[in-house]
């Protein structure tokens, strides 16, 4: 089964917490790729980052930065310093390869809520 | 910037009547989908396209749903006979490869009354 499971529904923060933000997927595929997206109240989809897996590096963009552990399955991303401004739904999303689509299966997604 | 541009952002419709979603993905990307989300739920694949052709739909994708890319540039989502449950937000995507990020239209709320 081709799943992404984000158990956290809603985190509230105050202003300049750091949070975490949880991503779980499953899947039987070799390569796959991960990506985590930012749905402001506004309803557009904003990408933030894409790793494959075979890419275990950990990245950082300016307060953002996630830790893939293949071992655990998960994809996590963390903001430092939160701002206001961060506060939106993020989805984990996981594309398997084997279909050959490449579609993206989304988590049920996070809603972020930090307070001035 | 180069984006995904849908029309219309939001559309009301009777039960029963046809609608047509319209998309402009980014002109050099080979890769088309659309995807749907309920209100407040999660992100759910409805279909793929590539080449001309349809390569995957879901089990949401059933005959009433067809899309076309009329004219190498707008890429449509039909529905031929709305349900109320067809009501959502409707996103179509486009991507340059398949490992690459998909952009994501503004998507188009789907109102069925």
């Known amino acids: 089964a081709q799943k992404v499971t984000q158990a956290q529904t809603e985190i509230s923060v105050v202003e300049k917490e750091d949070v975490t933000l949880d991503c779980v997927y499953e899947?039987?595929?070799?390569?796959?790729?991960l990506f985590w997206y930012k749905q402001p109240p506004s309803g557009e989809l904003v990408f933030l980052i894409r790793?494959?897996?075979?890419?275990?590096q950990n990245e950082i963009s300016g307060r953002y930065s996630w830790n893939f552990q293949k071992s655990t399955s998960s994809f996590n991303f963390t903001i430092t310093a939160s701002q206001v401004v961060d506060s939106a739904v993020y989805f984990c999303?996981?594309?398997?390869?084997?279909?050959?689509?490449?579609?993206?299966?989304f988590g049920t997604g996070t809603r972020l809520k930090v307070l001035a | 910037e180069p984006e995904v541009t849908q029309t219309p952002s939001h559309q009301v419709t009777q039960m029963g009547q046809e609608v047509i979603l319209r998309c402009v993905p980014i002109?050099?990307?080979?890769?088309f989908y659309w995807y749907r989300q309920i209100l407040g739920q999660k992100v759910e694949f409805l279909v793929s396209?590539?080449?001309?052709?349809?390569s995957e739909k879901s089990e949401i994708f059933d005959d009433q749903f067809s899309v076309e890319r009329p004219d190498g540039s707008n890429f449509t989502l039909k529905i031929r006979s709305t349900k109320l449950e067809d009501s959502a937000m409707y996103f179509c995507?486009?991507?340059w490869g398949k490992g690459t990020e998909a952009f994501f239209g503004q998507g188009t709320r789907l109102t069925v009354v």
């Open positions: 899947t039987r595929d070799t390569t796959y790729y």
């Open positions: 995507a486009s991507r």
């Open positions: 002109s050099n990307h080979l890769y």
């Open positions: 790793r494959n897996s075979f890419d275990e």
């Open positions: 396209f590539y080449n001309n052709e349809i």
């Open positions: 999303a996981l594309s398997p390869t084997t279909s050959g689509t490449y579609k993206y299966i």
